[in-house]
């Protein structure tokens, strides 16, 4: 079974504090894709990162880091100094091989909406 | 560079009417996709291609088409629309399938009354 798992449904912080999105995975494969994509109130889904699962380094980019951690099968993602533009939906997604649906399949969480209090 | 473009943005249907969400994407990508987005249920593929003249079957198919006769367009036609059919449908295209970052189109919102 392929699953993404976004325990957190909805987040509040105020301003410049730091927030962390969680998200646990499961899959069979050994070589999968994970994703990060936010949906900011405008409604288009934009992309913010993809990892492979051979690549377990962190990543930062600017006020975004996120930890990939295969022993945990979770993939989380941190904004540091939140500011009121990252409020938007944030969803963690999985794309690897299904053999009863015959390609690579992307899975979706159900999302995080996170909201920055000013 | 326009990247996708869905139309159209909104739409309000009665039950039993039929429609096309037209989809087209200036990026000469080969997979294009159609998911619903239901609140808090994450998005579901309705269907893909993975190139021109070849469609599939993505996890909620039912009660919609697809057709893909060149690169860029990928419309979605819902035949007999019923009300569990209203959702904020997304188009996306990828250049080779789900493991690259897709590309979304700014979405459908459709409600069936």
């Known amino acids: 079974a392929q699953k993404v798992t976004q325990a957190q449904t909805e987040i509040s912080v105020v301003e410049k504090e730091d927030v962390t999105l969680d998200c646990v995975y499961e899959t069979r494969d050994t070589t999968y894709y994970l994703f990060w994509y936010k949906q900011p109130p405008s409604g288009e889904l934009v992309f913010l990162i993809r990892?492979?699962?051979?690549?377990?380094q962190n990543e930062i980019s600017g006020r975004y880091s996120w930890n990939f951690q295969k022993s945990t099968s979770s993939f989380n993602f941190t904004i540091t100094a939140s500011q009121v533009v990252d409020s938007a939906v944030y969803f963690c997604a999985l794309s690897a091989y299904i053999s009863n649906f015959g390609n690579e399949k992307l899975t979706f969480g159900t999302g995080t909406r996170l909201t920055i209090i000013p | 560079n326009a990247g996708v473009t869905q139309t159209p943005k909104f739409r309000i249907l009665k039950i039993g009417q039929s429609m096309t969400l037209q989809c087209t994407q200036d990026?000469?990508?080969?997979?294009m996709y159609w998911y619903r987005q239901d609140p808090g249920m994450g998005l579901k593929l309705i269907y893909y291609?993975?190139?021109?003249?070849?469609?599939d079957k993505g996890e909620v198919p039912n009660g919609y088409n697809v057709s893909r006769s060149t690169t860029e367009d990928f419309p979605l036609r819902l035949e007999l629309a019923a009300p569990s059919q209203t959702s904020v449908y997304f188009c996306?295209?990828?250049?080779?399938?789900?493991?690259?970052?897709?590309?979304f189109g700014s979405g459908t919102q459709l409600s069936v009354l």
């Open positions: 990026m000469n990508h080969n997979y």
């Open positions: 990892r492979n699962s051979f690549d377990e």
């Open positions: 291609s993975v190139g021109a003249g070849i469609t």
């Open positions: 996306a295209s990828s250049y080779s399938g789900s493991r690259e970052k897709l590309f």
